[in-house]
């Protein structure tokens, strides 16, 4: 199945825009029982036995039995420590329709008919008032949301959807901007695909519930400034209402996965797959992962649904293609930078699709949140794929890896970075230096991971990390690639032992936050701050003796600790 939606499919048989006025309320608690029911009917019914598709399946399924458990565990313990007596809906109390709704536009033109979040100016008083603060200030209330695509919709799903549009999907590509952004494709198959609408508001919902916060600006003091925000937000009305909603909206997400599962086949394959990339995004914007590993989880059904697709297949002609081939090209991308940190098997699991996938990621290179090119994310993933098999096969291959290593620096080294960032054409400075950061890090992580190539390697370290805060400095919050920063960053401040170094390094995550409000930069801020302990405290130990200090593999020692996080 293409990934997009039939064209002209159910945009004529909806109600008209006053029948659905005077409706509204009654439809609304209609649907509310309907999705009660439904939610029992799938508890209730027995679980259809298909052959797998492939020898995880199995294990996959059970895993996200065990997530789906401690979802509604989570869900519990919110509302047990919510005493407000608003409804979890709250967001979805807006202003009276205007007289005028305006032309059904598209979706992905949202961004002119609601007030984003950070103009709304939403005090915690606002909402302790219960005051009706998303009224329009110069732009058409939610409620002109005229297109078909909303009509069947209650309004906080409508709202969700909106921010999707509006907010989520800016962060997910590398600059915004009219057909630069496939992601706003996904919106009107939600009519179709209940798994894909839920996922999305869910991401949509946690993703607001991050932009509400009482406070600027973070300390850099903290011990864990992720924590900290966790619980003002969990102080806050309007911020708590919306965490419920995605927690909500992720658990019924997880009840329409378990059915697409029993059932999975090629041609529902990509919206599956599609629908498994929100789940792991889910899980990287949320502040409160409480050690969940519920991306590596996904991350391996996302592999299992790449076994039957192939990334060449899709026809040219398609408008969905540049879609297919983002999701395709970010769950690689995940695959690739969550065995730096995670377990390097993601890297050898990976591996063998790395040749059909490769063509896929060139052609997104354009348009790729982490404008990293596929060579850089090559050696990387074949850096992890050497260190998982020395640990597993000991001393004699990991001499032949070792020289491997080098082989991997000398070829990042030689990459012509200018010649790449010339050939996309847009941004051409800000790519190239984006993509000399990774590049810097990519070294480091290889001199990390494979300890016997650190000795034998030309380059320094230190002169490493200088080369990478270079680039990262000619790059400022108003440039579009800032946010796309995060792993060479925590890769140069868990390697300098310089305090003004790493003082910069953990400002520069707090800024990427500020433009990008996702979850995993507290948990890059946690390891580095782990890490710079590991450090001193060796250091410190060994005194004087020089040839000891700087000899602390702070990557092994973090997977040691269980810090088998994703940093993207």
Known sequence: MPLQDEEGHGFRHGRTFHQHKHEQHHHHQQQQQERQHQQLQLQLQPRRVHPPLLLDQQQYQHCHQQEQQQQQQQQQRHEQQRHYTVPIGFLNQQPQLPRNPGSAGAVSDAASWYPSPSSAGVTPGDAASGRDYFAPRGRVSLNALTDPVFQDLDR?????????ADHVCKDLVARDGPGNNPFRELIPLTTRHPLLLHILVATSAIHWSN???????????????????????????????????????????????RQVLDTLDPAGSEVALAAMHFFIRFDLIDLERNGDKGWLTHLDGARSILALLSPAAAAASSSSRMLRDCVIADCFIYHALGSTLASGALAARIARYAVEVLPVLERVETNSYLSCPAAVLQVILRASEFSYESESFGTTLTLGAA????????????????????????????????????????????????????????????????????????????????????????????????PDKRMWTLKRLLSIWKICSWGYIFTAIEMLKTTWDMQDRHDAAVGGNGA?????????????????YLIV
């Not at 290889?446 to 190539?453: E, N």
């Not at 000891?548 to 088998?564: E, I, Q, T």
Request: hydrophobic share 45%.
């Open 403 to 498: 020289e491997e290593a080098l082989e991997l620096i000398r070829n990042l080294r030689a990459f012509d970075m200018d010649a790449w960032a010339a050939k996309l054409r847009t941004d051409v400075l800000s790519r190239a230096h984006v993509a000399s950061a990774h590049r810097g890090a990519a070294c480091l992580y290889v001199l990390q991971a494979l300890p016997l190539a650190r000795a034998a390697s030309p380059v320094d370290p230190d002169s490493l990390v200088d080369e990478i805060l270079m680039h990262l400095s000619q790059l400022d919050e108003g440039d579009p690639y800032f946010k796309a920063t995060s792993w060479p960053t925590f890769i140069a401040g868990a390697e300098t032992r310089d």
């Open 156 to 164: 906080t799903s409508r709202y969700y959807l909106a921010h999707f």
């Open 211 to 257: 932009l509400f916060r009482p406070i600027t600006t973070i300390p850099t003091g903290l011990t864990d400034p992720g924590g900290y925000l966790a619980q003002l937000r969990a102080k806050d009305l309007v911020s708590r209402a919306a965490l419920i909603d995605a927690l909500t909206a992720k658990q019924t997400a997880m009840l329409h996965l």
């Open 548 to 564: 000891l200090r700087g000899s602390v593999n702070w990557l092994k020692d973090l997977k040691a600790m269980g810090f088998d």
